[in-house]
């Protein structure tokens, strides 16, 4: 049985330009045919491919297993290197959370100690304006009795210079006799 390039890509897995540069191998050579442009490959031609991708996989694993053996032990060492360094790093930002944590502290005491002396100016403040407001209606009081005393003063004042002009009117011989 003889089958064609894309055949053969669909069942291997492979492209069809893998294929074609498999198919210019010396071994492959013979059992390649060609009808009307297409390639056809006979059943040993096909097994030959197969068996050429499965030792190339197979030494692909193996070449792998062995970087992968050796990139281990490598790794490992890296790996311990880096553990090392690791743990120092964390212990160093284990230090800062601390102090972060400890001056977060102190802030937050501040803070309270603030909040309390604004609490404390807050209600002295209140209380000097409840003082102002009751002091107040003892002013208003002063003040009226500040202005009666004035008002009466005044009445006195006018009525002594009422008396003042009358004396004036009366005439000379009044005054004299009145002596």
Do not use: C, W
Request: proline letters at 1%.
């Amino acid at each position: 049985m003889i089958y064609s390039v894309s055949e053969i890509s669909s069942s291997i897995g492979l492209s069809r330009q893998s294929i074609y540069k498999k198919l210019k191998m010396k071994e492959l050579k013979i059992h390649i045919s060609y009808k009307k442009g297409i390639t056809y490959v006979d059943e040993i031609g096909l097994n030959l491919i197969k068996s050429m991708l499965k030792e190339y996989k197979d030494s692909v694993k193996n070449l792998s297993n062995k970087e992968t053996a050796t990139t281990d032990n490598e790794d490992i060492s890296e790996d311990t290197d880096n553990l090392s360094i690791d743990k120092e790093l964390f212990n160093l930002l284990k230090e800062q959370l601390k102090e972060n944590n400890i001056q977060m502290q102190t802030k937050d005491k501040q803070i309270e100690e603030l909040n309390e002396r604004l609490k404390q100016e807050q209600e002295l403040s209140k209380n000097s304006q409840i003082l102002q407001l009751k002091q107040q209606p003892q002013d208003i009081k002063q003040l009226e009795e500040h202005f009666q005393d004035l008002d009466t003063k005044l009445q006195e004042v006018k009525e002594n210079m009422i008396e003042r002009k009358e004396q004036q009117n009366k005439g000379f011989f009044s005054k004299m006799f009145k002596k």
